[in-house]
């Protein structure tokens, strides 16, 4: 009567353990469709939480409250981390769905991925000002960070 349950506990365990294997070997056979709409999603997370920044700072109704401006500012480091990793493979010329990703970002990858840094540095910048209430300092290090996204769209996005 004792064995049963430590045996299905031990079941259980190996399942667990196994689990990482199995998504590690997923990941590898991730499809480009997928690679595609992970690194959008994260960009799309960088484009939303910009546009409620652009909005607070130009008093287009958003709230000026230090802890929402923090919020935004975060998302966009955020974004700016999960991005290298999320454009890690490409490009994907037969993948079917639409991206605007130009196939010179994998020939040049480290000086793409260089963007995403800089983007997160100034970011970083936007939440410190927000931590220290300092409107100023947050406005523009918001320009600083819209510069490290448009310099990149620039050379790596094709127009949209
Ligand atoms: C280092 C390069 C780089 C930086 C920095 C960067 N982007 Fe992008 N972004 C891209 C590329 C490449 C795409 C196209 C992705 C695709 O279509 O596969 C993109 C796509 C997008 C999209 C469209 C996502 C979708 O739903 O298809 C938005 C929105 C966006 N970026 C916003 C931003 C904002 C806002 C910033 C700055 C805060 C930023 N990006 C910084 C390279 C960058």
């Known amino acids: 009567m004792r064995i049963k349950p430590v045996t299905q506990t031990a079941v259980a365990l ?3 353990v196994a689990l990482p294997a199995g998504a590690a070997v997923a990941a590898e056979d991730k499809p480009a469709e997928e690679w595609i709409h992970d690194r959008q999603a994260t960009l799309a997370i960088a484009g939303a ?3 409620s920044a652009a909005c607070a700072i130009k008093g287009e109704g958003c709230p000026r409250k230090f802890d929402y401006l923090g919020l935004q500012a975060r998302a966009i ?3 700016a981390k999960l991005a290298p990793d999320a454009f890690r ?4 010329p037969d993948a079917e769905v639409k991206t605007t990703a130009l196939p010179k970002i994998w020939d040049n990858y480290d ?9 997160r540095e ?4 936007m939440v410190d000002a927000a931590k220290n209430e300092d409107f100023k300092a947050y406005a523009a290090a918001f320009k600083k960070t819209v510069d490290t996204c448009e310099t990149c769209h620039d050379n790596f996005r094709e127009e949209h």
Not at 111 to 119: E, P, T, W
Not at 122 to 125: K, V
């Open 77 to 79: 480091a955020h974004a």
């Open 49 to 51: 939480a910009t546009k």
């Open 89 to 92: 493979e490409g490009p994907f």
């Open 14 to 16: 190996a399942a667990l």
């Open 122 to 125: 100034n970011a970083m910048a």
């Open 111 to 119: 000086k793409f991925a260089g963007g995403f840094d800089k983007m």
